[in-house]
Nanobody, 125 residues
């Protein structure tokens, strides 16, 4: 599965961006999909995602209420709507896909088999 992430950019604090991640295969629609981010000098961490079996959405506490994960199966695309951005959200954002992620590993980057190239989000104060 090839993933193409886009939508990053420079935005002022309080602004919004919508990230997109398009997959090359329709099988993507039955996989677990997540967004991760890597802030400067930090490890890559889970942001939001949905498990292939349970369907519910999961968010990191730092983004809950501000970010919204969604998917359009007809377009093989997932989105991350980011509102109320703060400088602490500055990072490279990655989409990731896993065909066999168990729920307890949803937030673990090692559980995902396929990764997009990342898109830079920079929030100025």
């Amino acid at each position: 599965v090839q993933l193409q992430a886009s939508g990053g950019g420079l935005v002022q604090a309080g602004g919004s961006l919508r990230l997109s991640c398009a997959a090359s295969e329709r099988a993507f629609n039955s996989y677990t999909v997540a967004w991760f981010r890597r802030a400067p000098g930090m490890d890559r961490t889970f942001v939001a995602g949905t498990h292939r079996t349970y369907g519910r959405l999961y968010y990191d506490d730092a983004v809950k209420g501000r970010f919204t994960f969604s998917r359009d199966n007809a377009r093989n695309t997932v989105y991350l709507q980011m509102n109320g951005l703060t400088p602490e959200d500055t990072a490279v954002y990655y989409c990731a896909v896993g065909p066999s992620v168990i729920l307890s590993n949803l937030r673990s980057e090692s559980a995902y088999a396929y990764w997009g190239q990342g898109t830079q989000v920079t929030v100025s104060s």
